[in-house]
Every structure is written in structure tokens, then in C-alpha cells.
């Protein structure tokens, strides 16, 4: 367990250079990457000791990416993380395997050990000071600054004051200060039931695994030497729960959809019953004009879980806060705080394309007929298959070559229904896809652009393209 520090009670409120709330991914990995840059740190942490959770076990090709720019590739190191090559996508019993760009990796790995690996980092720093306990509130200089937060000593039970000239909210999707210092609003889309498989046999070794279903997927990857993570999606409103329902879901939905050398490890790991639930969110990232305080990950922005990119975007925040702090070191200034904020913020236009294809991607995933086209599109290899696993990886930013691949599936799959005959059936489905896609990834784009002129020619394209949904109610 990493030891922490406790306030000296005779001091009053502690003074830091910097504050960071949160020692998760986003937290521990920026307090790595200041550990030697001379500024004070301080990071407040409710628990220290490892934890078990089922997400922020996945990481793409560009998340190692940005540890390898940071020079914080060593915490990928002694914690049995797994090399990931590309995807297996299984559907009605063919598998579609599809790489990374080569000499690309990602990581599968416990996102417990992963922190932990980082927190271990800190303890020789002796620029950051770490305490337990819980942060109750921040603190302000004015009605628009930010100056520093309150937290209860977990140790003592004591209100302990923190004075820090640039506070970091980097407390994960259950942020408590989101609302107080960002505009972005959350919606739980679904959810994710967990479970871990012993010396599963996975149809193709370091791939991550997309099963397709009737309904909706469920992924396996490896994350340890003899871990796979299983995970698999439950739409709607209801949390699964124990008991005789999801019993029956797990035996009729997802063991027939397995292929046979992963039926031991599944079996155990039912009879087991260690479930593990998390929601799924959907929030767009909108931070709110305020001095001192800079809101990072998933406390700012989140996006279906489905393709792993939430700690790329982690990652993508913490390099990018993180060069600018070093390289703008007189944060006691307001105008340099400024400049750093608001070069952060602007430079979030780059997770656009991670948190589009996320949200759409798994919409389609749950589309009969797009999901259909979708595996038939990669299926055909070459610049169908290698430019949008290059997006997924994040590697490839372009929102420009995601429109097009995701429009390019839903024409293709128009055509071919066509193809099969010159019926008014086959036209109408045809219409329905292209209709369908459009909707689906209009109002993403709307959350992510920002602009004006895009939203008002998406909004006369959605006039003409009208969806099954509401084409029925009319």
C-alpha cells in the first residue's frame, strides 16, 4: 500500500503550487508527469489501496502513445499488462479479425494494478505531498476563482484547508464538483456487466474481442497473464441484478454467442458470481469561464465505453495540461493562467473524433441492418478495414475520414440491398439505412462542432433523412 502524508494540524491551511483532487488515472498519471517540473503539488486521494474496478482496461494504441511522450511508459511495466494487435469482431459465427497500424500496440490491463503502479511512482517525489481523505468542497477568492479545496482527513476526522494557486478536478465520472465547475451534463445510457475469466482460450491471442448479438454486444480482452476481461452491455435504465433473470440472460444471450474454447472459463466464472456493475455515460465536454481551476478526463467528458478510448482522451488531457503548465511556470499570474486554460480547453476539439465514433459506433452495433454493413464493410480489408481500426486506435484524428467511412457503410449497404432487386422494399430499406445513420450521428457531431453552420445544415439534411422511428409515427 503506498503511504501517504498527513497535514500538520499546526500549520492551518497547507499552500501548493498546485492541488490535484483525485488520484485516478487523470490524477496519478499528471502528478507522474509534474513530479520533476519544481512545481508543489499536492494530491488528495479518498482511498489509496488498490481498488477493483472493471473500467479503464483497455488501452489503445495512441493512450501508450502519450505515456511514451510523457516519458511515463514504465508504468505500463510490472503489472502483467497485455499487448493488444487489433480486434476480433465475431458475428453469427464468422470472425472478422483486424489489425492495428503496424508496429501499433495497446494495452489490456487491470486498471486497479495500473494505478496503483503510478501512485507507487509518487512516493519518491518529494515535490508532491499525498494526503487521504475525502474533499468536502473548493474553495474561493472571488465569485470566479477558484482558490483551493477543504477535505476530511481520513486518518484524523479533522477539516483539513488546501491554498493552491491552480486546483485539478480529476475525480472520475462520479465527480462531485462537475456541476459546480464545468456545463457538461451526463446521461447513463446503460450499462456494463463485469467479470473476470481464468485461462479463458480467446478465439485470436492479444486481440481485444466484439461479440455481436440480436441486440447488443459484449467484449473480451485479455488483462493480465491468465485474465480476460468479459464485459457485456445492458442497455436501458435498469442496472442487471443477481438473480434467476440474469441467469437466464447469460445462458440464452451470451454463452451460445462463445466460441467453445472459452465455454470452462465462462462457466466458472458464473458459478462464481463475481459481478462487478458500472453505468455507461454520454457527456459532451463544456467547461464553464472559471480562474483556478481546470477540470481534466472523465469529470469533463465522457463517451460509450464500447471502443476503450476514455483513457486515451484521459491521457490526450494530461499530456496536453501538462506541457502547457511546464511550460508556462508563472501560474501566480492570472494572465498566465489564462493562456493556459484556455489553450487546454481549445485543445479539446481533438478528442472529437474518439467520442463521436464511440457513441455511434455502438448505436449501430445495436442497428440490425447497419451492423450487418458494418461487418461487411471491414470485412472487404484494405482502406475499409485499416483507416477506421486507425480511428479507433486513436492514431487518426480526422473527423473528415470518420464521416466518411460511417456514411461510406450505410451507402454500401443501401446498394446491396438494391442489388438484390429492383423492389420498392429494397429501396425503402435502403433509404432507412442511410436515414438511420444520419441520425444517429447527426446529433453527435451537433455536441462536438460547436458551430452554428454546421448545426443548421445537419438540421436541413435531418428534414429530408427522416429515421424508421419517426417515419412510423407519422
Sequence with gaps: ??????????????????????????????????????????????????QDRIVGELLQPDGVRQLKQMGLELLLSGIEAQEILGYSIIYNGEQLDVAYPEEERGRGLRNGKFMQRMRTELSDSPNIT???????????????????????????GEQVGVDATLTIVSDGFFSKFRIEV?????????????????????????????FLTDSSPFLCYPISD????????????????????????????????????????????VAEGKFKVMPNHYMPGHSK?????????????????LTGGGMTVTLRD?????????????????????????????????HATVNILADALYNVMSNDALK??????????????????????????????????????????GAKEISNGYRPANFSRAYYMLADAFHI??????NEANSKVVNICLNLCGQILRPRTLANAA
Excluded at 457538461?184 to 485470436?204: R, W
Excluded at 437466464?248 to 465455454?263: E, I, Y
Excluded at 450521428?441 to 451537433?446: F, G, M
Design 441 to 446: 450521428i447527426c446529433p453527435l457531431i451537433k
Design 372 to 413: 450487418k454493413a458494418c461487418f461487411d464493410y471491414l470485412a472487404q480489408g484494405g482502406k475499409q478495414a485499416a483507416e477506421p481500426v486507425a480511428l479507433l486506435s486513436g492514431l487518426n484524428s480526422e473527423k473528415s475520414m470518420l464521416t466518411r467511412h460511417f456514411f461510406a457503410v450505410a451507402l454500401k449497404g
Design 318 to 350: 494530461v499530456h496536453t495540461i501538462g506541457k502547457l503548465l511546464m511550460g508556462n511556470k508563472e501560474i501566480a499570474l492570472k494572465e498566465t493562467r489564462t493562456t493556459i486554460l484556455d489553450a487546454f480547453y481549445a485543445s479539446r476539439g481533438q
Design 1 to 50: 500500500m503506498v503511504e501517504y502524508d498527513k497535514p500538520n494540524e499546526q500549520r492551518g491551511s497547507a499552500t501548493y503550487d498546485i492541488c490535484i483532487i483525485g488520484a485516478g488515472v487523470a490524477g496519478a498519471s499528471l502528478a507522474c508527469y509534474l513530479k520533476d517540473s519544481g512545481y508543489r503539488i499536492c494530491i488528495v486521494e479518498r482511498d489509496w489501496s488498490e
Design 182 to 210: 464545468t456545463e457538461s451534463e451526463e446521461t447513463v445510457t446503460g450499462y456494463f456487466l463485469g467479470m473476470v475469466l481464468k485461462d479463458c482460450q480467446l478465439p485470436h491471442t492479444a486481440h481485444g474481442h466484439v
Design 130 to 156: 499525498r494526503y487521504e481523505g475525502t474533499v468536502k468542497e473548493l474553495t474561493y477568492k472571488d465569485e470566479h476563482t477558484i482558490g483551493g479545496i477543504i477535505f476530511t482527513d481520513k486518518a484524523t
Design 226 to 269: 491468465r485474465e480476460s476481461r468479459l464485459l457485456i452491455d445492458f442497455p436501458g435504465n435498469a442496472a442487471p441484478r443477481k438473480g434467476e433473470a440474469l441467469s437466464q440472460f447469460l445462458s440464452s444471450h451470451v454463452r451460445p454467442r462463445m466460441t467453445a474454447g472459452m465455454l470452462p472459463a465462462f462457466d466458472a466464472a
Design 289 to 305: 469561464s472559471m480562474d483556478g481551476v481546470v477540470v481534466v478526463g472523465d469529470a469533463l467528458n465522457m463517451r460509450h465505453p
